[in-house]
C-alpha cells in the first residue's frame, strides 16, 4: 500500500496535532506515513503571497481559539502559549531532514520528541545543541548530531525538500498526500479516515 | 435554546454545502436556525487585507479540487463550473435581507433556491427579475418583491448585516456562531455536531 504523506512545519500547532494523530490512523488501515517538514513561512509569504494568518486580522485570533478548543478536545496540552511569537524553525527543519537522510529509523521518534519539547514543554527549539540532546534521547550520538545539523549538507536539504513540497503544491501544515490526493488542515483527519477506509470517492 | 447562527455568501461553495445540511444537523439537537449572508468580498479583501482565495496559487485550486471532492462524497450536484468567474453577490444578498425582514417566514427556503439555482443549476442569480422570479415559487409576489429587492431598504440591510457580521468575527463562509462559539467551514460542521451533542468542551 502507498504511504501516507504527511507535511508539517515545527510551528504550526495543527500540524502538532496531526502528528499526534497521524501514525495510529494511517496503521488502522494498513498504511504507514513518511513525514516531511516543510516551511509554511515560504510557502505562506513567498508562493501565496499572504500575510502570517497570526497577523491577519479576525482569521488570526480565530484560529488560536480553535487550536485551543482542538487542544481541550483531545486533551492535548500546550504548555506553549499559542499568541507567542514563533521561533526560527529553520534549525528544527535542518535537524529533521538530515536525521530522515542519516537516521532514517529514528527520524519520526526524533521529530515527535521535538514538537512535544516545542509545544507541551515550551522548550525553545530552535538551538541546535538542544535538538541533538533531544536527538540524544533515541540513542544517537549527540555532538555527532549536532554537527550534522549544522553541516551545509542539512542545510541543501531542508531547501530540497521546501521546493519539492511547493512543487507538489503542498502549502499548509499539516497538509496529506495519499494516492495522489491532497488534504490540508488537521480536521481533515476524518475525511482521510474515511477516503482510506472507503478507498475514496 | 439559542439559535445557531449560520452565515454564507451566495458566490462560496462550502456555504452552499453548509446550507444543505445545518438545519438537519441542529434540529437533530433540538436547535433552530438564524441564516445571515455576508460578503466575502469585503471581510477577505477589505478588512484581511487578503487577495480571494481564488486567485492564490497552491491554494486556490487546492479549494476546488476540496469542493469537488466533497460534493462528490456528499453526493451534491454542481451544475455550476468551480472555476467559473464568481457572480456580483450583491443583488442575492440585498434579496436575502429584504425578505428576511419582510417576509421571515420565507426567508430560509428563498436563500436554499436561490442557492440551488446557482450552484446546483447554474443560473444567473445577480440579475433581480431572476431571483424575484425565484422568491415567486415561496408565493411570493414577483413585482413587490423585486421592487423590494432594489429598494434603498435592501442596501441599507445588506449593509448593516455586513457590518454585523464582521463586528462579530465572521470572516468565512460557511461560518457559525452557537452559544457564542465561532467555527468556519465546511467540515466543521461534525465538529459543530458533536459541540451539539455534548454541551462542548
Redo the contacts between chains.
Keep these: 500500500m502507498a504511504l501516507v504523506q504527511f507535511y508539517f512545519d515545527f510551528i504550526s500547532p495543527f500540524g502538532y496535532f496531526a502528528a499526534l494523530r497521524i501514525d495510529d490512523l494511517a496503521r488502522r488501515h494498513g498504511r504507514e506515513t513518511e513525514w516531511h517538514s516543510m516551511l509554511l513561512g515560504v510557502?505562506v509569504l513567498k508562493?501565496?503571497?499572504?500575510?502570517p494568518v497570526t497577523e491577519?486580522?479576525?482569521?488570526g485570533?480565530?484560529q488560536n481559539?480553535?487550536a485551543a478548543?482542538y487542544a481541550?478536545?483531545h486533551g492535548v496540552t500546550l504548555g506553549r502559549s499559542l499568541t507567542a511569537p514563533a521561533m526560527n524553525p529553520l534549525p528544527a527543519g535542518r535537524a529533521f531532514h538530515w536525521l530522515k537522510r542519516h537516521h532514517p529509523e529514528h527520524y519520526k521518534a526524533v521529530a515527535r520528541d521535538l514538537l512535544d519539547a516545542y509545544w507541551r514543554d515550551a522548550i525553545d527549539i530552535s538551538n541546535t545543541g538542544i535538538i541533538a540532546e533531544i536527538a540524544a534521547r533515541s540513542g544517537l550520538d549527540r555532538s555527532a548530531i549536532q554537527a550534522g545539523i549544522e553541516s551545509a549538507e542539512a542545510r541543501d536539504l531542508l531547501r530540497a525538500a521546501v521546493d519539492d513540497s511547493?512543487a507538489k503544491?503542498?502549502?499548509?501544515s499539516p497538509y496529506f498526500l495519499i494516492d495522489g490526493?491532497?488534504f490540508?488542515?488537521a480536521?481533515?483527519m476524518?475525511?482521510v479516515e474515511?477516503w482510506l477506509k472507503s478507498g475514496g470517492?
Design positions: 510557502s508562493v501565496m503571497g499572504l500575510k491577519t486580522p479576525l482569521k485570533p480565530y481559539r480553535d478548543r481541550r478536545r511547493l503544491g503542498v502549502f499548509g490526493e491532497p490540508w488542515g480536521e481533515k476524518e475525511v474515511e470517492w
